[in-house]
Structures are given as C-alpha cells and as structure tokens.
C-alpha cells in the first residue's frame, strides 16, 4: 500500500554514492512515494529502478553550502527533503523560513543538531543529564593537551568531535595512542588539519556488547517507533562498522531506552535516530557512545524487519499522522560484504567455525543486492572487480619495471 497520498509532493533525497541513501531510495520507493535523489550521479545508487535524478542539475559538486540557492531555483512547488548526512541535516536545517516551508523535513532543531553533530558538546549534554557514556575529557579548539592528568590517557583513544569530517581526511573512526605523547601528536596532526579530537575512555568488550537503538520521534514529541539491533560481528576490530546484525526485542535494552527518552524530551527531538550503546560489563551500564540523527547503514534493515523510517519522515514532514509500530521481526539478521573479513579473522583467531559463518549467512538480509532491485548490487560488483583488475595490473606493471631496471 502506498505511503503517499494523492496529491502529496515527492520527496527529495540528498545522497551520495553509499548503501545508505539506496536503502531510502528502496524504502520510499517500495511503499510508492515518488522521489528524486542528487549525489547519486553515475554511481551504483542511480541503478536502482526507483531512482529519478533531481528534476535540475545542481551546476556544481552538491553542498550544504549551496543548498539553499538550488532549491530556490528548483521547477517544483514542493518536495519534502530527506538529508543523509550530518552536514546534508545541518543545512537543511539552516534553510531560510521561506524555503523550509516549501521543502518540509522532518528534523530536530538546529541546536539539537548541533549538539549531537559536536561530540564534544554532546558528551557535555550526556554528563549534564547524567546520562550513562564513556568517560571523556574534551581540550577544545587552541586548547593545552599539557594540562590533562596522565589517568585520562590511560585506557583511551582520540574520537574526532566532527566524525564524518575527520573520516574523510584520515579514513578512520579514531585513533589509538600508545603515551602521551603520541597522543599529543596526533591531536597536532588534527588540529593541523581543522579538524578537533577529544579523549573518550575505549570500553572493553566484544562486538556482541554494542546495540544500536533506532526509533522515530513525530512533531509532537512522540516516539512513534523503536527498533533494536545488536552487533555480531564488525571489520575492522574495535573502531569499525558492524558487517552482521541481529534484530532483538526493545526489552533487552529497557535501560538504554530509558536512558535515551530523556536525553530525546531535552532536545526536543523530532525525526530518526539512531543510538549507539555498548554494553559495560565493569558496571552492567549501557554506555552511550553517540546517536545519529539522520539516516544510516541498516535504516533498511529496519524496513526489512516492519520499520518504515524513512516514510515516517516523509508523511511526518507533511504534516500527516504518524501510526505508532509497536512490533517488528526479531531474530532476522543482515550482513554486508566486510563481513568476510570479519569472519577470517575469527576464523583465524579460533573463535568460529566455518559452518558457523555459513550459518550466519543463510538467510540474512544483504543491504546491497535485492531480489526486486538487483541492478545496484551488480553495478557495485563490476565496480568492485575493475578496482581489484586496475591494482592487480599495476602491481604486474610495478613488477616488470622493476625487473627491467635490474
């Protein structure tokens, strides 16, 4: 049955070439609400059959800096914008009043934002609530890493207070440290680089002890929907992304939710979110490492599981009522492609077997291929092969200039 009701405006994707914006391209999609997406130009996200190129080319490399005078110029009296980044969120949410009016979305305010966006404001809202999180010491910008105690550095690492922004300087999540003042220096590199690092205490545990608690909030206040995963596996080890996932009941988690309503009702949030909790085993504290506050990697596995949140936002921004779901699918599992390497590595270490990674996969939920969507998987594939083809050919080439020379 359709999402969208006759006459209701499409909606507007601000993607990028990543599964993310593929699962909200499948999910609107499938539940029949006309959409258009930019960012997805001549990747493997424009296979899919429900994708639509923006009714205008943006001109330029799309930004949120920039947003603001492509949708003013845009043919179309009205679309409801689905950011899928942080930064695509921020703008959206510095629109003029004028233009959010005429492209409605469903987002906490602007501070709200900030504050979950800067993770060093965001651990200070979690201590000011007395929300339980790992430990954190934050310098700021120009400050002097010489006057921290040398106990914060023990059992620590470096998280960027600006995720996305520090990956794509230096692909990673964080940075271990092995003293002081290695440490020291890696906060210099950051900082050489704009980009500002925090201490946060690294809690121990397996994979098994992180849960994502996902869920909607309406423009009333209300939560209208949970959905809870817990990690199985991840690549690489400690700083990765999950590559298999569970779904599990909301009970396991009761006092991570609890934990989070609260943090919710302060910022007076509206939209998805997903929360990332690890399981302490020290206290038995379900620690709460940050929450998105946009869409992520696994948003269509909730879908999969009976959790629309991409049509949540999209019937929320228009004003429509927002049906609560109060159950979904639990025990289904989804993996993406990293898991090999995830499993070699256990396999290697002796901590599963191969009938068990089998197992695991027999059944489970692929983010990427699709039965009634299958071009984008094979697109990525063929992607996939030229990058091994082109750096196995250039290895040979290195190989024979190499023997030339000699």
């Not at 599964?19 to 130009?41: D, E, K, N, Y």
């Not at 954190?136 to 002097?144: A, E, K, L, R, W």
Request: net charge positive.
């Amino acid at each position: 049955m359709s999402d969208a009701a006759a006459g209701d405006p499409p909606a507007l994707i601000l993607g990028g070439p990543w599964v993310w914006p593929l699962s909200m391209i499948r999910s609107l999609g499938r539940h029949g609400v006309p959409l258009f997406s930019t960012g997805t130009a001549a990747s493997f996200v424009a296979a899919s059959r429900w994708h639509r190129a923006a009714p205008r080319a943006w001109g330029e490399d799309p930004t949120p800096e920039t947003l603001a005078p492509y949708l003013a110029a845009l043919p179309v009296g009205r679309m409801v914008v689905i950011p899928s980044t942080d930064e695509w969120a921020l703008g959206v949410a510095r629109l003029p009043r004028e233009l959010a009016a005429r492209f409605p979305s469903s987002l906490p305010p602007l501070d709200s934002l900030e504050i979950l966006t800067d993770k060093g404001r965001f651990a200070a809202t979690l201590a000011e609530l007395g929300v339980p999180h790992p430990r954190t010491v934050c310098v700021g910008p120009g400050g002097d890493w010489s006057r921290i105690p040398d106990e914060a550095f023990a059992n620590a690492f470096l998280k960027p207070r600006n995720s996305q922004a520090f990956r794509r300087r230096f692909g990673l999540k964080a940075l271990r440290f092995g003293s002081r003042a290695e440490a020291t220096a890696l906060a210099d590199d950051a900082r050489e680089a704009s980009l500002e690092v925090m201490l946060q205490e690294y809690v121990p545990g397996p994979p098994t002890g992180h849960y994502m608690v996902e869920g909607f909030v309406d423009r009333a206040g209300r939560v209208r929907a949970r959905f809870v995963r817990q990690r199985l596996r991840m690549f690489p080890p400690d700083f990765g992304d999950s590559t298999c996932m569970v779904g599990v009941p909301v009970d396991r988690v009761r006092r991570a939710v609890e934990h989070l309503d609260r943090l919710l009702a302060h910022l007076s949030y509206r939209g998805v979110f997903e929360a990332e909790f690890k399981h302490d085993e020290r206290d038995g504290e379900f620690k709460l490492l940050e929450v998105n506050a946009r869409p992520w990697g696994f948003i269509g596995f909730a879908d999969a599981c009976g959790v629309d949140f991409c049509g949540m936002a999209y019937r929320d921004a228009l004003g429509h009522t927002v049906e609560a779901v109060t159950t979904y699918q639990v025990g289904r599992r989804c993996v993406v492609g990293a898991d090999r390497f995830a499993c070699w590595r256990e396999l290697r270490a002796g901590r599963l077997t191969p009938w068990a990674s089998l197992r695991s996969w027999l059944g489970a939920r692929q983010l990427l291929f699709a039965w009634d969507d299958p071009l984008p998987g094979f697109a990525r594939l063929l992607l996939h092969l030229w990058i091994v083809a082109r750096r196995a050919l250039a290895r040979i080439a290195g190989r024979t200039g190499q023997t030339s020379q000699e």
